[in-house]
T-cell receptor, first 113, second 119 residues
Framework: QKEVEQNSGPLSVPEGAIASLNCTYSDRGSQSFFWYRQYSGKSPELIMS??SNGDKEDGRFTAQLNKASQYVSLLIRDSQPSDSATYLC?????????????WGLGTSLAVNP | NAGVTQTPKFRILKIGQSMTLQCTQD?????MYWYRQDPGMGLKLIYY???????DKGEVPNGYNVSRSTTEDFPLRLELAAPSQTSVYFCASSYPQWSGVGSGKNIQYFGAGTRLSVL
């Protein structure tokens, strides 16, 4: 059974701090990874996608991928109260097909003013 | 572009009733998905479709049916509603990996969701 695992949290950080969210996956063949943000009562929205080893930066968000360790992370710099949400990690189920995504259960982040 | 549109936003059903959740997308995506999300839980795939006329079961298909007669529409049918089907339902769509869309491959775009209560 291919899996994506995340710490459920809640992760609590003060405003302005760096929030670090982690995700591990079981399928060594996975080639792409996604971080989604879900506000309470809303639908998931894409924050970052990453396809290659290393770091990918977009504004205050940095995704880090280490395929050898099967580990992907999301760093949020200068955290704001508006970043308080659940963050979902996802990876395709089949490296050759990618018809479906496997979803982690999400990490709840609270940014305290 | 409207993206992925789901209707209705809210619905209350009585046990044993049936209904159809509507989903339409205007992005010309081949792949479409139906998920349910229970409170505090992750997304569970109900059904998905890789193109018009092609559907397949996900993790939790029992009690649901789908059809895909056009690229744009992917309705989800609940027959004989049960309290266990109380949930939030999300429809999503994406380009397939082979589409050559570059970094947009596999990204799923979600509708706003339908909150369903079965009483």
């Amino acid at each position: 059974q291919k899996e994506v695992e995340q710490n459920s949290g809640p992760l609590s950080v003060p405003e302005g701090a760096i929030a670090s969210l982690n995700c591990t996956y079981s399928d060594r063949g996975s080639q792409s990874f996604f971080w989604y943000r879900q506000y309470s009562g809303k639908s998931p929205e894409l924050i970052m996608s990453i396809y290659s080893n290393g770091d990918k930066e977009d504004g205050r968000f940095t995704a880090q991928l280490n395929k050898a360790s099967q580990y992907v992370s999301l760093l949020i710099r200068d955290s704001q109260p508006s970043d308080s949400a659940t963050y979902l990690c996802a990876a395709p189920t089949n490296a050759g097909n990618n018809r479906k995504l496997i979803w982690g259960l999400g990490t709840s982040l609270a940014v305290n003013p | 572009n409207a993206g992925v549109t789901q209707t209705p936003k809210f619905r209350i059903l009585k046990i044993g009733q049936s209904m159809t959740l509507q989903c339409t997308q205007d992005m010309n995506h081949n792949y479409m998905y139906w998920y349910r999300q229970d409170p505090g839980m992750g997304l569970k795939l109900i059904y998905y479709s890789v193109g018009a006329g092609i559907t397949d079961k996900g993790e939790v298909p029992n009690g649901y049916n789908v059809s895909r007669s056009t690229t744009e529409d992917f309705p989800l049918r609940l027959e004989l509603a049960a309290p266990s089907q109380t949930s939030v339902y999300f429809c999503a769509s994406s380009y397939p990996q082979w589409s050559g869309v570059g970094s947009g491959k596999n990204i799923q775009y979600f509708g706003a969701g339908t909150r369903l209560s079965v009483l």
